[in-house]
């Protein structure tokens, strides 16, 4: 079962500008076009539902899967990959590679912000991003330790663009479907969307952060019960029961559960 959908308050969205790194991207998704000259085949629906895809300007520019995806990561790598772009060898440095060395990104952005931090301000980041899958292998199982797509299904020659992890209600392996990218230049950032939990966002985050103050609490109240020897419980008012979210004020958004 799915926890409900995060309220959150947008603190900020910054554009990202980078000649550097717009050439790079374009440069691949040349590549990419150079190989599917005759376009990409249309992705199963539980990604494009969920993902905005981007049009190209250019009518002739045949489909190559280009989608506007979420990527989430410390507040250091953030200022790395607006400095630098994304780097496939570091992706799941910290999280695991269930898809071998790659950068991960994710259609909602409820998973995207399982791998983010907050900073003091209990403020969270995360980088939506340009991204061309172009023609994508669909994994139904872990590929650990691979360096680059596996040959999709029906081709003889060429290796897929990109991996497409198929969510388990589709038979993968899965909770909500992941995009991942191998090459350098592959993903373009755009935005920064920086953001904080609703007081009144029950999300999978939020309610495991709930779950632990109300046991901090516990503790605590067990604690002066145990050492008040003159019955003495006026102490236990003062114990902070609130959840784990900040509280803050304004319009509260809504996103895709996780």
């Known amino acids: 079962h799915f926890a409900p959908p995060m309220k959150l308050k947008i603190i900020k969205?910054?554009?990202?500008?980078?000649?550097?790194?717009?050439?790079?991207?374009?440069?691949?998704?040349?590549?990419?076009?150079?190989?599917?000259?005759?376009?990409?085949?249309e992705l199963p629906t539980h990604l494009t539902e969920a993902a905005a895809r981007l049009q190209s300007v250019d009518s002739d520019l045949p489909n190559l899967n280009e989608f506007l995806l979420f990527h989430g990561t410390d507040d250091d790598s953030v200022e790395e990959i607006v400095r630098?772009?994304?780097?496939?060898?570091r992706g799941g440095e910290n999280t695991g590679r269930l898809f071998g060395h790659a950068t991960y990104f994710a259609p909602h952005a409820s998973k995207a912000d399982f791998y983010t931090e907050e900073d003091e301000d209990g403020v969270k980041s995360i980088i939506a991003a340009?991204?061309?899958?172009?023609?994508?292998?669909?994994?139904?199982?872990?590929?650990?330790?691979?360096l680059r797509p596996p040959r999709p299904s029906g081709a003889c020659h060429t290796v897929a663009d990109s991996v497409v992890a198929v969510?388990?209600?589709?038979?993968?392996?899965?909770?909500?479907?992941?995009?991942?990218?191998?090459?350098?230049?592959?993903?373009?950032?755009?935005?920064?969307?920086?953001?904080?939990?609703s007081a009144t966002c029950r999300c999978h985050h939020c309610d495991v952060e709930d779950d632990k103050d109300?046991?901090?609490?516990?503790?605590?109240?067990?604690?002066?019960?145990?050492?008040?020897a003159d019955g003495k419980d006026d102490e236990?008012?003062?114990?902070?029961?609130?959840?784990?979210?900040?509280?803050?004020?304004?319009?509260?958004?809504?996103?895709?559960?996780a």
Do not use: W
Not at 131 to 140: D, S, Y
């Open 236 to 257: 236990k008012d003062d114990v902070d029961t609130r959840n784990g979210c900040d509280q803050s004020e304004g319009e509260d958004v809504a996103l895709s559960p």
């Open 130 to 146: 340009r991204v061309c899958l172009g023609h994508p292998f669909m994994a139904l199982s872990q590929l650990c330790n691979i």
């Open 84 to 89: 630098a772009g994304f780097d496939p060898r």
């Open 13 to 41: 969205i910054q554009r990202l500008i980078s000649k550097g790194l717009l050439d790079m991207y374009l440069l691949r998704r040349e590549r990419i076009e150079g190989l599917r000259k005759a376009g990409c085949p």
């Open 167 to 197: 969510p388990r209600s589709e038979g993968g392996c899965v909770d909500l479907p992941e995009v991942i990218v191998y090459s350098e230049g592959q993903a373009l950032p755009e935005y920064i969307i920086s953001y904080k939990h």
């Open 214 to 228: 109300q046991d901090d609490s516990q503790g605590y109240i067990s604690s002066i019960s145990d050492s008040d």
